[in-house]
């Protein structure tokens, strides 16, 4: 995992979007698996600044977001897609059929679940996959006890995440109870990942998923098993790493190397490039 911490909020997010951005500018019809929450918000901004500033093209990327809460419809202000459209889609001039999105309306979820796995096979799988980290360590809504092989699925939120998300709605009992999810073998499938986290909230649950042991019961952990993952967090959210003055010579270290994998570029040349062909 390449760990790295930035001074604040705004500086990770920065750095955050200039990972992207030399991504599409490298690879304009890259495929990227997008996340929501407070977190990403500042990435997203920056991304919008870059590409005004720099004429950075998005017409032949495609996206794939991480999950959707079920029994929201699209037009609904708090379901995942206006808040895509909010913060990214419309300022990038992103249509429906570049951006896609789990349907939380879906009469039949375990059809709704294959058809995205099926879709994302047919773009050639996940570039980059964009991540935050929820204060009980899920990975999009991959809560404690998820499989780590798991796929996209229908799943009960935690009453953790029901509270931390509450503060999106109204009142509690309004944040639906169920949400369908890429899982944690999904997710793992993309050929690099970032994640990010920033504030305390998070300070205890960045050190377990980076510093402690692979468990279900953090579903975060499972992205020590991925071969190329980049945290980026603040300072704040990385105090309680035990390593982090490593993490940070090791930043310094290897300041000139490639941010991203080559087989990002040459999918053929993925070190597992034989076991994703067999899925
Ligand atoms: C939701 C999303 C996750 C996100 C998490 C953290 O539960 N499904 O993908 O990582 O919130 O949100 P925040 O960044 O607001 O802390």
Known sequence: ??????????????????????LVRRKPNAVLGLATGSTPEGLYAHLIRIARDEKLDFSR????????YEGLPASHP???????????????GLTNDQTNLLSGMSSDPATECANFEAKIRRAGGIDLQILGIGSDGHIAFCEPGSSLAG??????????????????????????RKAMTMGVGTILEARSCLILAKGSAKADVWAKMIEGPVSSQLPASALQLHPWVIAISDTVAASKLKHGDYYKHMDRELADQPVLPHWVFQPELDPRAAMLASR
């Open 61 to 68: 990327v495609t996206t794939f977001n991480l999950d959707e």
């Open 151 to 176: 796929r996209t699925s229908l799943v009960a939120l935690h009453p953790q995440t029901i509270a931390d998300n509450a503060r999106f709605f109204d009142k509690e009992d309004d944040v639906p």
């Open 78 to 92: 708090e379901s995942y897609r206006s808040f895509m459209q909010r913060n990214l889609f419309d300022a990038l």
């Open 1 to 22: 995992m390449y760990v790295k911490i930035e001074p604040d909020y705004d500086a990770l997010s920065q750095r955050a979007a200039r990972v992207v951005a030399d």
